[in-house]
């Protein structure tokens, strides 16, 4: 529990002190943004600053940082490690850097962010990789509402076509209209909700491991085996969101769009990451002591544990903290974090995809039959991957283990896209060589160990990742020798 404290004053120190240093170093002045600039009564629309912080936490957190770190506490404390410096250090950095240089190039999207600095080729894999990334956003934030929805009411497929046909309407609205009015009450809601459990946290003050008892895997069954997944890769793929999820660079420009200054960046999109870290850190905390507390597991005496140990699946351990420690509040807190927080998620997700492919087809979305071309058939490729484990007990399971990769693979783009600018503009461009290099190597190591990819034996992953990472600084290496031969800095 001490350990859970300290990280969080670690959270808001990191904030007040990098932060503020990765903000001196882009360097927010008072030039026009494209809220003002191109002000088209849809996407970009000037949005008061409160109210860009609560969209922009939950279209980054939805259930991201509670499932994950629901997953990832079975790991042990490495978890409370990798939450606090992969926030401050990798996740806050991507959103910020990602977001404000969107607001330098007119609202641009990530693909394009990402053409500019890495080349053509480059932006257009990723420009697939992205929506390709986007639509399973979209799934796995449809599939496990749908599931819960289904067990109190209706059939899975009813509830799958009710939630599509909300996206559709909620992507055809300007974004001021529904996202801009109800979605702020669903972030203070899943707000709210983790300041509730912090505090039951400190009054039970319950006897947790603390990183000084060691950061070994430590998910042991009641049975007595152990928990197999590798902490490295798996940890830093299975905590995304409440760490470092390049979702997150997909989702910024989103409100880049809406910032009337970009003096405001920091609290938008810094702040919003650590607020999520800190969400993340509150339900990594619950877990343990659902999974570890002493003398015996927390879910031992929590009403409603059908499940036992490990086995006990993320959303049922929502449902029964929420339920056991808040009540009939808990109750609805847990159900709009469970339902209504996944799908607003996948609402933005699939409206950063309408509006990535506008920009690369160059088709203006003021028009709603526009609007209605590109997102009729990007929902329903959206459905297809639904169907496609529609009925499989472990289908959220392997829509997940896909969405983790590819949600770290683009963070693995976007930090050297970032790098790159940084180098070329002459700026401090370590801040996000380190990350870079560290995301690379969680990447293709979990490609190599996966059974979903290679299935190699895992002393092979740290030779291929060793080259890998090799081979990533040599052509950093090599790139910036011509920057230099050739004086390459352009003027942003």
């Not at 607003?344 to 526009?370: C, F, N, V, W, Y």
Request: charged share 10%; aromatic share 12%.
């Amino acid at each position: 529990m001490y350990t859970f404290l300290i990280s969080i004053c670690a959270l808001v120190l990191g904030y007040m002190l990098y932060g503020r240093f990765v903000a001196r170093v882009f360097g927010p002045d008072d030039r026009v943004t494209p809220a003002v600039a191109k002000a088209d009564g849809v996407d970009y629309i000037v949005l008061p600053n409160w109210k860009i912080f609560m969209i922009q936490f939950l279209n980054i957190a939805g259930t991201g940082p509670i499932f994950g770190a629901i997953m990832g506490a079975k790991f042990g404390p490495a978890s409370y490690l990798w939450i606090v410096l992969g926030c401050i250090f990798g996740g806050a950095v991507h959103d910020y850097l990602s977001g404000m240089l969107s607001m330098r190039h007119d609202g641009a999207g990530l693909p394009e962010l990402i053409g500019k600095y890495l080349g053509r080729g480059t932006r257009a894999v990723m420009l697939m990789f992205s929506i390709l990334l986007l639509v399973m956003v979209g799934a796995v934030f449809v599939y496990s509402p749908a599931q819960i929805l289904h067990g109190i009411w209706g059939s899975e497929l009813m509830w799958i076509v009710i939630i599509f046909a909300y996206y559709l309407i909620a992507t055809m609205m300007p974004i001021d209209k529904i996202i801009g009015k109800v979605y702020p009450l669903f972030a203070f809601s899943l707000l709210f909700m983790a300041a509730a459990l912090m505090v039951v946290l400190v009054l039970k003050m319950p006897s947790l491991p603390e990183v000084w008892d060691g950061i070994g895997n430590m998910g042991a069954l009641h049975e007595g085996t152990k928990w197999t997944d590798p902490l490295f890769p798996c940890l830093f793929i299975t905590i995304a969101c409440g760490a470092i999820s390049g979702f997150h660079a997909t989702q910024s420009p989103l409100m880049a769009r809406c910032l009337k200054s970009e003096k405001q960046g920091r609290p938008i999109f810094y702040g919003a990451m650590i607020t999520e870290g800190i969400v993340a850190l509150i339900w990594a905390t619950v877990a343990s002591y659902f999974f570890y507390a002493e003398p015996t597991p927390g879910y031992a005496v929590m009403a409603g544990a059908q499940e036992t140990g490990f086995a006990t699946a993320a959303p049922k351990v929502v449902n029964i903290v929420c339920n056991d420690w808040l009540g009939v509040v808990g109750g609805i807190l847990a159900l709009l974090g469970v339902v209504a927080a996944p799908i607003t998620s996948g609402d933005t997700a699939l409206r950063s995809a309408r509006l990535i492919i506008a920009e690369a087809l160059h088709m203006p979305q003021r028009s709603i039959a526009k609007r209605l071309l590109i997102s009729v058939p990007l929902f329903a490729v959206c459905l297809l991957v639904l169907l496609w484990q529609m009925g499989n007990p472990n289908g959220f399971n392997v829509i997940w283990q896909y969405f983790g990769w590819s949600n770290q693979t683009l963070a693995v783009f976007t930090l050297w896209m970032l790098t790159v600018y940084l180098a070329r503009s002459r700026k401090p461009y370590i801040i996000t060589l380190l990350p870079a290099l560290w995301m690379t190597a969680v990447c293709s190591s979990f490609l190599v160990v996966s059974p979903q990819a290679l299935a190699m034996p895992a002393q092979w992953a740290y030779y291929v990742t060793g080259a890998v990472v090799v081979i990533a600084l040599a052509w950093f290496a090599l790139w910036m020798k011509r920057q230099k031969q050739t004086n390459n800095i352009p003027t942003i």
